[in-house]
């Protein structure tokens, strides 16, 4: 039987507090996720909502909602900047460079 979200992935997120219009705290939380990596073949250029076009390494596919302020996604030992993440009805589509 073929496994839809076989990955694994860890999610960093900062938040940030502001107070008085200055930075009073930052702190990271990592999250792990379950869904299915895409790489890229090499370099992927695909449009994005706002009709620009963006270069990916890769997607990552899945069912958990959208993290506010996840900058990264680490997935078997590699590290990828989070470009993008599109929430749809029932997953969601993680763009990453």
Do not use: C
Request: hydrophobic share 30%; glycine share 8%; net charge negative.
């Amino acid at each position: 039987m073929v496994v839809r979200y076989p990955h694994t992935a860890t999610v960093a997120a900062t938040t940030t507090t502001v107070t008085d219009g200055k930075v009073a705290s930052e702190s990271t939380s990592n999250t792990s996720i379950k869904g299915r990596f895409e790489p890229s073949e090499g370099i992927t250029r695909v449009k994005d909502p706002d009709g620009e076009y963006t270069e990916i390494r890769g997607k990552f596919f899945t069912k958990a909602e959208k993290i506010e302020g996840a900058k990264t996604l680490a997935l078997e030992g590699e590290t990828f900047r989070i470009l993008r993440w599109h929430p749809y009805q029932t997953e969601s589509e993680v763009w990453l460079d």
